[in-house]
């Protein structure tokens, strides 16, 4: 089975359900990308009238674990997942309609073979930056991930 924005969306609703209902969407998933989305709506605001910063969170982190589940998949290994260790920086005020993007599948790549090949524990840094409509960031996160082969 392929890995989808329709079928990770739908996985969202049975599995994750406060990032649905957030609004937290996939829009592309490729081998070296991943792009996921979410608007400022009242259901995801904090009190300041912008998007509450763990919603932002759940986009990000969904924008670099989805490309770990379908690089995982296409390894036809069984390899754990787990975050270890995250942080952000928000620099501006999150309105509209916020797009976050990992385009660290190569990282993934390489740390999945060295898993593999090694037997050890991996550890790999991704990152997701938060684009407004404007073109503007608005938030980074970086999230290490460990793999491990089971």
Known sequence: MNIS???????LLFKLPAAYFTGVR?????DTTCVVS?????????PFNSMFWAVQGMAAELSTGA?????IRESGKRIS???????????????GTITFTCNDGQKIDEAIAKAVGTGQG????LTAKGINEDGVEVS?????????VK
């Not at 924005?5 to 996985?11: D, G, I, R, V, W």
């Not at 400022?40 to 605001?45: A, C, E, K, P, V």
């Not at 980074?140 to 491990?148: A, D, I, Q």
């Open 81 to 95: 997942m787990l975050v270890a260790n995250n942080n952000a920086t928000f620099s501006k005020k999150a309105t």
């Open 5 to 11: 924005p329709s079928k990770l969306n739908t996985y």
């Open 140 to 148: 980074s996160f970086n999230f290490e991930w460990t793999l491990k």
């Open 38 to 46: 979410v608007k400022h709506r009242w259901i995801n605001q904090n």
């Open 67 to 71: 490309l770990v589940m379908k690089k």
């Open 122 to 125: 991996q550890t790999v840094r």
């Open 26 to 30: 996939t829009k592309q998933i490729d």
